[in-house]
Structure formats: C-alpha cells, structure tokens
C-alpha cells in the first residue's frame, strides 16, 4: 500500500511546490513508485514536472467530481528519457479553481479524492499529495486522504505563528474525517544559515517537534529556483548542485523515516 504524504502550508512562498516536485524525482531516482498529486489551481506542481497545463484534456479536477479515475488522467513523467527518477502526476489546470463549488452538491465531499485513490494505493510506494496555501475544500480533500503530512517551513520571523494555525487544522480533520493522520516531518527549506534568527526558529521547531524536524535542510539554491522554468526538477536539471544533493539526502531520510 502507498504512504499517502500531504506537503502542505497555510502560508504562501514556503517551497511546498518546489518540495514535492524534487522529493518526488528524488525517490523515483532511489527506485520508488511514485504519484505527485497536484491540488494547487495553480497547477506549478504540473508545469514544474514538464506538463503542459493548456493541452490537458482532464485533470485532478475530473478525479474528485467523478468522472475520471486516477489511472485515466495521471500523466509519467520523463518517460521519454533514461534519466533516473521518472515518476506519475496527477495535473491540474484552470478547471481546479471551480473545484469548491463543484464539490458543493456531491456527496462525501470531503473524501472525494481518498475514494478516488483506493484504485492505485498498490500501484505506488508513495502519494505526495501538493496542496493550496489555504484551507479550502481541496485542502480537506488532501489531509483527509493522507497518513502524514508534511509541513515546510522556512526559519523566520512569523514561520511558528502559521504552524500554530496549521496544526490546529489537522487536529481538526483528523478528529472529524481521519484519525490516523499524523505529521510526517517539518522541512526547514530557503534555509540561510548566516542570520542569527534562522538559528533561534531552527532551535525552537526541534524543541517543540524533537525527532520530527528533519536532519536534512534545504538551502537557498538559484538551481531549485530555475529549473522549475525548464519544467524539471532540479535533479533533471542540474544533479550536482546543492539543492538536488539537499533532496537526495531529503527522500533517503523520508524512506529511512517511514521505514521505521
């Protein structure tokens, strides 16, 4: 059965999106099956992979009103190459945006898409599921489908004031929809470790959070910030440089980590 994982934030500019792309073509470059579920209307997670959002024909938007399954819309990535680290996406384009109105009507709206993934929870290790910097009914969606949640989180000033809200929000939907929904792991991402502030929040995450804040720490990196423009990942990209290495060392503590 797949791992079902949801990277999420309440706030915006964390290096969410950036995150699930890499993670995922880390872990597929380790020999891992894996789905990258795009729930940001958005849709960075489906472009950053290579996908065209405009040529789609169905997206992830079909999947949750019901009139595609997850098999007939999921999209391979870098199939036409050997270059280790393919994995499948789930696309989103515009029609996400009319996805909270549409949902309105349906029945069990909040585990739309957890139905939905019961045809491929064998076809894959793991399901990262990217979600919207809001709390909306796709988010609900997300946290109620997953086992853990991952939580990046960038070492600054109000960074702890928005984990507050978030993991309130979990609390909730794992009382209300899932109680089997934990947290994963917090990510420190976009991380400097010059400013004196970015050692105070890494201090107080790993007191407050002990062994779930990773090891790993993903920097600064212009590489992470260009190759979403090419349509790949950075490992794609360029797989020496530091940000590819962070999300090498990132998926092997995810696999070690779940392993346990």
Known sequence: MARIIAVTNQKGGVGKTTTCVNLAASLAAMKRRVLLIDLDPQGNATTGSGLIKEELETSVF???????????????????????????????????TGAEVALLDLPSKETRLRAGLYEVDND????????????????????????????????EYYALEGLTALLQTIERIAHALNPSLEIEGILRTMYDPRPSLTH??????QKHFGSKVYDTVIPRNIRLAEAPSYGLPVLHYEK?????????ALAGEFIRKCSA
């Not at 079909?62 to 393919?86: C, I, R």
């Not at 105070?200 to 995450?205: A, H, I, K, W």
Request: hydrophobic share 45%.
């Open 200 to 205: 105070d929040v890494s201090g107080q995450l």
């Open 124 to 155: 894959f290790d793991f399901i990262l599921l990217d979600c919207p910097p809001a709390l909306n009914m796709l988010t609900v969606n997300a946290l109620a489908a997953s086992q853990g949640v991952l939580i990046p989180v960038q070492c």
């Open 240 to 248: 020496d440089s530091r940000g590819a290495i962070a999300y090498l």
């Open 62 to 96: 079909d999947v949750l009103v019901g009139t595609h399954g997850v098999k007939d819309v999921m999209k391979p990535v870098m199939e036409e190459t050997a270059n280790p680290g393919q994995y499948w996406v789930l696309p989103a384009n515009g029609d996400l």
